[in-house]
């Protein structure tokens, strides 16, 4: 049997600085590559040249769907896979895409990726969720949304240990800082009904551009519909504690964090952050309360959004301090050597590290 081919399509607009690290990292693994350019006003398109002749012009209507189903017609081969270009495929990913392009066969109709978007000091990933990145073109699937947009797949998904990871360079978040929120603005000054997801993701562009109150209206409207994705619900209620810290309001922070339990089990990250704040106001039992929940075990395939250290070395060095403060000397050294398996290089740790051999050392406990 023949192995599958894939066609890479993209969208693009003035990517000059990372266009060609994007390409270069997939070109092994794909068999056509089409580049849709939506207005580029520097070296882009000459980049795209070098890696293939398939590249079409799309005239920018704010609607990301349009362009990206746009790039999706003009594609041949067997899957698809799409990627932005401030997205990179590294060794080790690469070297899985080929045994998974090897295995493809029709009976898969869409392949789930794994999106690391953030990362620590060392280059670990901090942020991370699934996108499904690889379908099948016979199918059909279709980008929905004029912004923040996702494609609409069904059938037989396959979950792949794949990563693509994220690499925007400064001088493209600048640029495109303010793009989405002015679509969304545009679409209210038009009188456009919101989806729920259009409610949820413009709240979010309404707390990174720091209009909390504007945030919290539209999260609970967004909360409101009873119609979001479970994960979306759960992130609306924490990004909402985020906007009450940010206006100094502590109560209605900590009540943000708990209305995510309604959703599903308490996420790591509610539950570090409600031991932050009784650990802030020096109430270190109730904060090791919550610590120890975020190192529980996760629900089992957690689809949302992960961020490794607050069930990880996160709630380990701040049980370190509540264990100490509480006179559980041995118990805060015991979290601190928790917390260096995952961050060895800490200073935090290592400091504690010191302390503590100091500490034992004179005092014999």
Same mark, same amino acid.
């Given at each position: 049997?023949?192995?599958?081919?894939?066609?890479?399509?993209?969208?693009?607009?003035?990517?000059?600085?990372?266009?060609?690290?994007?390409?270069?990292?997939?070109?092994?693994?794909?068999?056509?590559?089409?580049?849709?350019?939506?207005?580029?006003?520097?070296?882009?398109?000459?980049?795209?040249?070098?890696?293939?002749?398939?590249?079409?012009?799309?005239?920018?209507?704010?609607?990301?769907?349009?362009?990206?189903?746009?790039?999706? %017609?003009?594609?041949?081969?067997?899957?698809?896979?799409?990627?932005?270009?401030?997205?990179?495929?590294?060794?080790?990913?690469?070297?899985?895409? &080929?045994?998974?392009?090897?295995?493809?066969?029709?009976?898969?109709?869409?392949?789930?990726?794994?999106?690391?978007?953030?990362?620590?000091?060392?280059?670990?990933?901090?942020?991370?969720?699934?996108?499904?990145?690889?379908?099948?073109?016979?199918?059909?699937?279709?980008?929905?949304?004029?912004?923040?947009?996702?494609?609409?797949?069904?059938?037989?998904?396959?979950?792949?240990?794949?990563?693509?990871?994220?690499?925007?360079?400064?001088?493209?978040?600048?640029?495109?800082?303010?793009?989405?929120?002015?679509?969304?603005?545009?679409?209210?000054?038009?009188?456009?009904?919101?989806?729920?997801?259009?409610?949820?993701?413009?709240?979010?562009?309404?707390?990174?551009?720091?209009?909390?109150?504007?945030?919290?209206?539209?999260?609970?409207?967004?909360?409101?519909? &009873?119609?979001?994705?479970?994960?979306?619900?759960?992130?609306?209620?924490?990004?909402?504690?985020?906007?009450?810290?940010?206006?100094?309001?502590?109560?209605?922070?900590?009540?943000?964090?708990?209305? %995510?339990?309604?959703?599903?089990?308490?996420?790591?990250?509610?539950?570090?952050?409600?031991?932050?704040?009784?650990?802030?106001?020096?109430?270190?039992?109730?904060?090791?309360?919550?610590?120890?929940?975020?190192?529980? &075990?996760?629900?089992?395939?957690?689809?949302?959004?992960?961020?490794?250290?607050?069930?990880?070395?996160?709630?380990?060095?701040?049980?370190?301090?509540?264990?100490?403060?509480?006179?559980?000397?041995?118990?805060?050294?015991?979290?601190?050597?928790?917390?260096?398996?995952?961050?060895?290089?800490?200073?935090?740790?290592?400091?504690?590290?010191?302390?503590?051999?100091?500490?034992?050392?004179?005092?014999?406990?």
């Amino acid at each position: 049997m023949a192995m599958c081919t894939i066609t890479l399509c993209m969208i693009v607009k003035n990517e000059e600085e990372v266009l060609h690290q994007c390409l270069s990292s997939v070109k092994e693994i794909c068999d056509e590559i089409i580049i849709v350019d939506t207005g580029s006003m520097d070296k882009t398109k000459d980049i795209a040249k070098n890696f293939t002749e398939k590249i079409f012009d799309f005239e920018w209507i704010d609607n990301f769907s349009a362009a990206r189903n746009f790039a999706f %017609s003009h594609a041949t081969k067997d899957y698809i896979l799409w990627l932005d270009a401030d997205d990179i495929l590294l060794k080790e990913d690469h070297q899985k895409f &080929k045994i998974l392009k090897k295995n493809l066969n029709a009976s898969i109709d869409a392949v789930s990726m794994i999106y690391n978007i953030a990362f620590d000091e060392y280059g670990q990933p901090t942020f991370s969720y699934r996108r499904n990145r690889l379908v099948r073109r016979e199918k059909k699937f279709k980008w929905i949304g004029l912004v923040h947009e996702y494609l609409e797949v069904s059938g037989n998904i396959y979950t792949a240990d794949i990563a693509i990871t994220h690499r925007k360079s400064d001088k493209t978040k600048s640029v495109q800082s303010d793009r989405n929120i002015l679509i969304y603005e545009n679409r209210l000054k038009n009188g456009e009904d919101f989806s729920p997801r259009d409610l949820y993701y413009y709240a979010n562009e309404l707390k990174d551009h720091a209009d909390f109150q504007k945030a919290i209206k539209y999260y609970y409207n967004f909360l409101d519909t &009873k119609k979001g994705w479970i994960e979306d619900e759960i992130r609306a209620c924490i990004n909402m504690a985020e906007c009450y810290r940010n206006l100094g309001n502590l109560i209605k922070e900590k009540e943000s964090l708990v209305m %995510s339990f309604i959703y599903d089990v308490p996420r790591p990250e509610a539950s570090c952050r409600l031991g932050d704040l009784y650990k802030g106001n020096k109430e270190f039992n109730k904060a090791i309360v919550w610590y120890r929940l975020a190192l529980e &075990k996760e629900a089992v395939n957690n689809p949302g959004f992960r961020q490794e250290a607050y069930s990880t070395w996160y709630p380990h060095l701040q049980l370190c301090v509540c264990y100490w403060e509480t006179g559980e000397q041995k118990l805060a050294e015991e979290h601190n050597n928790r917390a260096k398996v995952y961050r060895p290089n800490d200073s935090s740790v290592k400091t504690n590290e010191k302390f503590f051999k100091n500490y034992f050392k004179n005092y014999d406990v």
